[in-house]
T-cell receptor
Framework: GAVVSQHPSWVICKSGTSVKIECRSL??????MFWYRQFPKQSLMLMAT?????????EQGVEKDKFLINHASLTLSTLTVTSAHPEDSSFYIC????????????FGPGTRLTVT | DAKTTQPPSMDCAEGRAANLPCNHS???????VYWYRQIHSQGPQYIIH???NNETNEMASLIITEDRKSSTLILPHATLRDTAVYYC???????????FGKGNQVVVIP
C-alpha cells in the first residue's frame, strides 16, 4: 500500500508554545488529508478534513484557530497546535487519500504530543 | 454512515484462524464494509473491504452475509503480531470520512 509519513514521531513542548506536525504522502498525490486525535484507551476522533488548496473543514467542537491546518501541496499537510496546553497532549494521526493511491485512505504512524 | 457493533475484546490462539465478527444491520445498499487495525501506538492499517462478495487478500478474508447485515474478518493463521484493535467501518465508497468506533481488542495468545 501507499506510504504516509509524519514528523516528528514524538514531541514535548512547554505550555503556551506552538507545535507543528507534518504529514507527507510519499508515493502518491493526496487530494484529501485527514487529521485525527486519539486519547489514551480511546478511539480515533476526526478533527478536520483538508483538500489541497482549500481551507480545512473542522469537526464540531474542534477550534480552528487553535488547530491550524495547511494543505498547500498534494504531498504535504501540516497541523499546528497553537498555544498548546497540557490537555492538548494526545496522539495525532494523519491520513491521506488520493486517486493515485488507489482510492484508499492510508494512515501515518502518528505523532505523540506531550505538553508540560 | 451505518453504525457497526463489535465485541470489545477477544483472545485467539496463535497459529489458529481468528474469526472477528461485526454487525451492521442498518447498512445501505451502496455502503462498503471496511476493516482496519491499529497496533499499539501506531497509525491504523487498512486490511480489506468489500461490498457484497467475499474478499481475500494477503492479510485476511472478509465474509459478508447474504443480507449484508453482518460480516466476519478471518485471519487465517493468527500470529502474535496480529495483536491489535480491529475496527469494522461501514461507509459509502467515495465518502472518505472514517468514523472509528471502539473496535475489538484482539489478543493472540501463544
Amino acid at each position: 500500500g501507499a506510504v504516509v509519513s509524519q514528523h516528528p514521531s514524538w514531541v514535548i513542548c512547554k505550555s503556551g508554545t506552538s507545535v507543528k506536525i507534518e504529514c507527507r504522502s510519499l508515493d502518491f498525490q493526496a487530494t484529501t488529508m485527514f487529521w485525527y486525535r486519539q486519547f489514551p484507551k480511546q478511539s480515533l476522533m476526526l478533527m478536520a478534513t483538508s483538500n489541497e488548496g482549500s481551507k480545512a473543514t473542522y469537526e464540531q467542537g474542534v477550534e480552528k484557530d487553535k488547530f491550524l491546518i495547511n494543505h498547500a501541496s498534494l504531498t504535504l499537510s501540516t497541523l499546528t497546535v497553537t498555544s498548546a496546553h497540557p490537555e492538548d497532549s494526545s496522539f495525532y494521526i494523519c491520513s491521506a487519500w488520493g486517486a493515485s493511491g488507489g482510492y484508499e485512505q492510508y494512515f501515518g504512524p502518528g505523532t505523540r504530543l506531550t505538553v508540560t | 454512515d451505518a453504525k457497526t457493533t463489535q465485541p470489545p475484546s477477544m483472545d485467539c490462539a496463535e497459529g489458529r484462524a481468528a474469526n472477528l465478527p461485526c454487525n451492521h444491520s442498518t447498512i445501505s445498499g451502496n455502503e462498503y464494509v471496511y476493516w482496519y487495525r491499529q497496533i499499539h501506538s501506531q497509525g491504523p492499517q487498512y486490511i480489506i473491504h468489500g461490498l457484497k462478495n467475499n474478499e481475500t487478500n494477503e492479510m485476511a478474508s472478509l465474509i459478508i452475509t447474504e443480507d449484508r447485515k453482518s460480516s466476519t474478518l478471518i485471519l487465517p493463521h493468527a500470529t502474535l503480531r496480529d495483536t491489535a484493535v480491529y475496527y469494522c467501518i461501514v461507509r459509502v465508497d467515495g465518502n472518505n470520512r472514517l468514523a472509528f468506533g471502539k473496535g475489538n481488542q484482539v489478543v493472540v495468545i501463544p
